[in-house]
Nanobody, 127 residues
Framework: QVQVLESGGGLVQPGGSLRLSCTAS????????MAWFRQAPGKEREFVAA????????YYSNSVKGRFTISRDRNKLSNQLQMNNVKPDDAAQYYC????????????????????WGQGTQVTVSS
């Protein structure tokens, strides 16, 4: 079984920056993908960003493109989500998701393709 753990959430001012981290552990994978989703009160869960370990090409939602950056450590089951120019609408519970097998790049934003999920880390945006 794979365990997924997020960290780095907290309070950030509008326009500020925050970096979230995600680490998966429990076994070794040769081909995997990791992603971030978020859910705010009263809203449905939405895709934020994803990355495949095989090629390292990121996939971003339009709402965060140009502001957030996802990166991965190819030698570790981990990734970082750098959040810059944070907006109030970015406030949410952020979840890291992990898939332990190959997947088409275009399917990365689909939440149901991921096998394991973390418990989430809260991001609050306030002055």
């Amino acid at each position: 079984q794979v365990q997924v753990l997020e960290s780095g959430g907290g309070l950030v001012q509008p326009g500020g920056s925050l970096r979230l981290s995600c680490t998966a552990s429990g076994r070794t994978f040769s081909d995997y993908s990791m992603a971030w989703f978020r859910q705010a009160p009263g809203k449905e869960r939405e895709f934020v960003a994803a990355i495949r370990n095989s090629d390292g090409t990121p996939y971003y939602s339009n709402s965060v493109k140009g502001r957030f950056t996802i990166s991965r450590d190819r030698n570790k089951l981990s990734n970082q989500l750098q959040m810059n120019n944070v907006k109030p609408d970015d406030a949410a519970q952020y979840y890291c998701a992990f898939r332990g097998s190959r997947i088409a790049f275009g399917s990365l934003p689909q939440s149901d393709v991921y096998d394991y999920w973390g418990q989430g880390t809260q991001v609050t945006v306030s002055s």
